[in-house]
């Protein structure tokens, strides 16, 4: 069975950093894209930013230069590096991946972890 596992969701001061890491555990897939979304409250979800199983990054403009994605595909894990945090980020955070089996390609959501930042 395929989990998403996310970590590293906290509180922090406006202008802190915090890092968010995604693990998929289970066997018998290849991962394709990754992503993080985020969803504050009374609002919809948003891209955060993604990223191809090559490498290829697209973030959301209003996130630009100060969160990064990366990827290890040895350890199916994807990561979120979130800095000069404002109280706009404020919001629970999901990860995605597309996972390619023998028989279908699914996409799965980790179960969000909360990201509070204060001013």
Do not use: H
């Amino acid at each position: 069975q395929v989990q998403l596992v996310e970590s590293g969701g906290g509180v922090a001061q406006a202008g802190e950093s915090l890092r968010l890491s995604c693990a998929a555990s289970g066997s018998g897939f290849t991962i394709n894209n990754m992503g993080w979304y985020r969803q504050a409250p009374g609002k919809q979800r948003e891209l955060v930013a993604a990223i191809t199983r090559g490498g290829t990054t697209n973030y959301a403009d209003s996130l630009k230069g100060r969160f990064t994605i990366s990827r290890d595909n040895a350890k199916n894990t994807v990561s979120l590096q979130m800095n000069s945090l404002k109280p706009g980020d404020t919001a629970v955070y999901y990860c995605n991946a597309e996972l390619i089996s023998d028989y279908a390609t699914v996409l799965y959501w980790g179960q969000g972890t909360q990201v509070t930042v204060s001013s």
